[in-house]
């Protein structure tokens, strides 16, 4: 069973950069069949994407977000990234990694459990 | 900008029908659009019910059905039950690996 793990600080001040950290458990990491990305949810809100990272290090960024984030991978930990810079209160969230199939299915199919980041000072 | 709807909230009976929608503020719901949609109780992470229009997910009871209505996505609950209460997202696949989520249905069953 696929497990996605969410890892970094929980309190960031503003005008800082976030950064998160998405673990993953299984060798479909490093597959040509997924993309990996980031997905936020303000408290009491909604859900919004944040970007994908493919195996390769392509990338795509929501075009809301797209001037302050930066989304990386390192197949050799089973890992990708995600950096938000310049965040505000307004970046307060609820921040998930999910998996996202290439072919015709194009559903977020396994997700993090979360990590929930405050920015304040 | 685009901009993927939803109903804010739906009341419906025990047993009862309901259908949630997904449209967007300019232009038609087509399923070029890959429209998904999701479960989300509280503190768990949203779990995909229908997928690619009318597609099941594996496990997804089968009151749970995808469509297009008109000009929308559409995911119609029937016969719901108590622990269909919950919130729910569409997607919408907007190409070059975009996806915009909608901003959720909150269902009530009573």
């Known amino acids: 069973q696929l497990q996605l793990q969410e890892s970094g600080p929980g309190l960031v001040n503003p005008s800082e950069t976030l950064s998160l950290t998405c673990t993953v458990s299984d060798g479909s990491f490093t597959t040509s069949f997924y993309y990996w990305a980031w997905i936020r949810q303000s408290p009491g809100k909604g859900l919004e994407w944040i970007g994908s990272?493919?195996?390769?290090?392509?990338?795509s960024y929501n075009p809301s977000l797209s001037s302050r984030v930066t989304i990386s991978i390192d197949t050799s930990k089973n890992q990708f990234s995600l950096k938000l810079s310049s965040v505000t209160a307004a970046d307060t969230a609820l921040y998930y990694c999910?998996?996202?199939?290439?072919?015709?299915?194009?559903?977020?199919?396994?997700w993090g459990q979360g990590t929930l980041v405050t920015v304040s000072s | 900008q685009t901009v993927v709807t939803q109903e804010p909230s739906f009341s419906v009976s025990p047993g009862g029908t309901v259908t949630l929608t997904c449209g967007l503020t300019?232009?038609?719901?087509?399923?070029?659009?890959?429209p998904t949609w999701y479960q989300q109780t509280p503190g768990q992470p949203p779990r995909t019910l229908i997928y690619n229009t009318n597609t099941r997910s594996s496990g997804v009871p089968d009151r749970f059905s995808g469509s297009i209505l008109g000009n929308k996505a559409a995911l119609t609950i029937t016969g719901a039950q108590a622990d269909d209460e919950c919130d729910y997202f569409c997607v919408l696949y907007m190409g070059s690996d975009i996806s915009i989520f909608g901003g959720g249905t909150k269902v009530t069953v009573l």
């Open positions: 990272v493919y195996y390769s290090g392509s990338t």
């Open positions: 999910a998996r996202r199939a290439t072919g015709a299915r194009k559903d977020f199919d396994y």
């Open positions: 300019s232009g038609s719901v087509s399923p070029s659009y890959y």
